[in-house]
């Protein structure tokens, strides 16, 4: 499983940060950073996600309130 992060749309309302501990706050770019994540396009981030934060992923892309988060299973079918 892996995130897709979208920090173009974050709005750093960091709800994310509460959910999953890979999320940190940056408060002077007033965004969420995804931490060890690789830029695979301008402003847009991904991260495998290792089996014990699967929950904790899948509650931080439900909980952002833009939809600035992505989940996807290892074919890369979007979950959420
Ligand atoms: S919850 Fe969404 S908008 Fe808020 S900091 Fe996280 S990714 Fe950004």
Do not use: H
């Not at 991904?46 to 089996?51: A, M």
């Amino acid at each position: 499983m892996f995130v897709r992060f979208n920090r173009n749309t974050c709005i750093g309302m960091f709800q994310c940060v509460e959910a999953w501990d890979a999320f940190v706050e940056n408060k002077d770019a007033g965004k969420a950073d995804l931490k060890g994540a690789e830029e695979v396009d301008s402003g847009v981030f991904e991260l495998e996600v290792p089996e014990t934060a699967e929950l904790d992923a899948k509650f931080a892309a439900r909980a952002c309130p833009v939809d600035a988060i992505e989940v996807y299973d290892d074919d890369g079918e979007q979950m959420i």
